[in-house]
């Protein structure tokens, strides 16, 4: 069984400063991992995928993430946020048959 | 990129009735299609697999009955709410499954149905 726990229900940040959305899983075989966006009333877009190789994963819009597997972590970071980033963000976790597993969520809310 | 559309985007039905959704992958083949429930300000909650040319799988706690799932060809899947109450209103997302890479998938997810209820 898998699970994801994302630390952080909101996230205030000011424009043009750095955050770091929280991510832990916990899975008994190989996992995929993966962060979404998601804007008020739209589904979901990706914005970066861990599936194996460098531990360093870039996405889009500036977007980073650094999964650890000794500390089941895979958690985002953008080193300066714009007003544009204000939205909810989703960790995910699937294995190889493709189900994902989401985190409950962290609305990030970026202010002047 | 891989692009997912839904139909419709928004629906407002009275209860007891039926409602259907649509959703298409629109350049590509996807033998697996997912249905995702989402409340206000909740995660998304898995309600079931289809897989074309064959029966759906529920998660545990979906009426299958109620929510119909129809996967006729490899680019629609849809997504039937019988009977509808006002408690079946929610946030409706589809998502379709494409290889990305070695022996992982891929989900791309489409825009999201609203359905209200009255």
């Known amino acids: 069984a898998q699970s994801v726990t994302q630390l952080d229900s909101q996230v205030p940040v000011f424009e043009e400063a750095p955050v770091e959305l929280r991510c832990n899983y916990s899975s008994s075989v190989s996992v995929y991992l993966f962060w979404y966006v998601q804007y008020p009333n739209q589904g979901l877009q990706l914005l970066l995928k861990?599936?194996?190789?460098?531990?360093l994963v870039k996405g889009i819009n500036g977007f980073e993430a650094e999964f650890n597997k000794s500390q089941t972590s895979f958690h985002l970071r953008k080193p300066s946020v714009h007003i544009s980033d204000t939205a909810e963000y989703f960790c995910a976790v699937s294995d190889s048959w493709g189900k994902l597993q989401f985190g409950a969520g962290t609305q990030v809310v970026v202010t002047p | 990129g891989a692009v997912v559309s839904q139909h419709p985007s928004w629906v407002i039905c009275k209860s007891g009735t039926s409602v259907k959704i649509e959703c298409r992958s629109l350049d590509f083949q996807a033998t697996t299609m997912f249905w995702y429930r989402q409340f206000p300000k909740q995660s998304l909650m898995l309600m079931a697999t289809s897989n074309e040319g064959s029966k759906a799988t529920y998660e545990q706690g979906v009426e299958k009955d109620k929510f119909l799932i129809n996967h006729a060809s490899l680019t629609l899947s849809t997504l039937t709410v019988t009977s509808a109450h006002p408690e079946d209103s929610s946030f409706y997302i589809c998502s379709a499954e494409a290889r990305s890479g070695g022996a992982a998938y891929e989900q791309y997810f489409g825009p999201g149905t609203r359905l209200t209820v009255t």
């Open positions: 861990y599936l194996s190789g460098s531990t």
